[in-house]
């Protein structure tokens, strides 16, 4: 079982940047992927950016050179840097665990981002 917990949102102006983190409990964090997720007012959720439990990166292509995800074990932590941040990057953004390549079984609440122009 792993209880995910973002932090880190708020608002911000186009241009700037902010630091999401998401803490985990459990004793396995290590095993799991990790995924960051949003989802903007009336549209879908969707993918931002994944880590796998060995360091590997991917990322949408809209957030690709902006957003950076990283992750401390150690920690039980997993940071989304966002740079240069766009107005269309408002959404709420989640933290999510999956483990073995199935699908994300655990998610977190959320953090609003706002972006305002």
């Known amino acids: 079982q792993v209880q995910l917990v973002e932090s880190g949102g708020g608002l911000v102006q186009a241009g700037g940047s902010l630091r999401l983190s998401c803490a985990a409990s459990?004793?396995?964090?290590?095993?799991?992927?990790m995924g960051w997720f949003r989802q903007a007012p009336g549209k879908e959720r969707e993918f931002v950016a994944r880590?796998?439990?060995?360091?590997?990166?991917n990322y949408a292509d809209s957030v690709k050179g902006r957003f950076t995800i990283s992750r401390d074990n150690a920690k039980k932590t997993v940071y989304l840097q966002m740079n240069s941040l766009k107005p269309e990057d408002t959404a709420v953004y989640y933290c999510?665990?999956?483990?073995?390549?199935?699908?994300?079984?655990?998610w977190g609440q959320g953090t609003q981002v706002t972006v305002s122009s």
């Open positions: 999510a665990a999956q483990a073995g390549g199935g699908p994300y079984d655990y």
């Open positions: 880590i796998s439990w060995i360091g590997s990166t």
């Open positions: 459990g004793r396995t964090f290590s095993n799991y992927d």
